[in-house]
Nanobody, 121 residues
Framework: EVQLVESGGGLVQAGGSLRLSCEAS????????IGWFRQAPGKEREGVSF????????WYSNSAKGRFTISSDNAKNMVYLQMNSLKPEDTGVYFC??????????????RGQGTQVTVSS
C-alpha cells in the first residue's frame, strides 16, 4: 500500500522559510515520481514542483521557480521541498503525490493528507 506522510508546515512571516518533508512507503521509490501540490481556500489545486526519482529531473511552477527547491534522499525514501522567500499567496495545504511518471501525478490517487502552510504578511 502506497503511503505518503507530509510534515514541516507551519505559520511563518512573509520572507521566511519552511522545509516540507514527504515520507514515502509501499512502492519502489527510485522507479516513481513525487510531486508537491497546494490547495488554497477557494482555489484549484496547483502543482508546485515534482521530481523524477529515477533521474533526478525536476519541474517547478512559475511561482515556485527561484524560491523553492525540491530534493530527495533515496536512501530514506524522503522528498523535501525547501521554500524560501515565502509570500502570503503561498498559503495553503501542501500535499505530496506519487506515481509512476510525472505526467500522471496531478490525477494520482496516491496522496498524503497534507500539511498546512500559512504565510502572514
Amino acid at each position: 500500500e502506497v503511503q505518503l506522510v507530509e510534515s514541516g508546515g507551519g505559520l511563518v512571516q512573509a520572507g521566511g522559510s519552511l522545509r516540507l518533508s514527504c515520507e514515502a512507503s509501499g512502492f519502489t521509490f527510485i522507479d516513481w515520481a513525487i510531486g508537491w501540490f497546494r490547495q488554497a481556500p477557494g482555489k484549484e489545486r496547483e502543482g508546485v514542483s515534482f521530481i523524477s526519482l529515477s533521474d533526478g529531473k525536476t519541474w517547478y511552477s512559475n511561482s515556485a521557480k527561484g524560491r523553492f527547491t525540491i530534493s530527495s534522499d533515496n536512501a530514506k525514501n524522503m522528498v523535501y521541498l525547501q521554500m524560501n522567500s515565502l509570500k502570503p499567496e503561498d498559503t495553503g495545504v501542501y500535499f505530496c503525490a506519487a506515481d509512476r511518471s510525472p505526467e500522471i501525478l496531478y490525477g494520482s490517487n496516491h496522496r498524503g493528507q497534507g500539511t498546512q502552510v500559512t504565510v502572514s504578511s
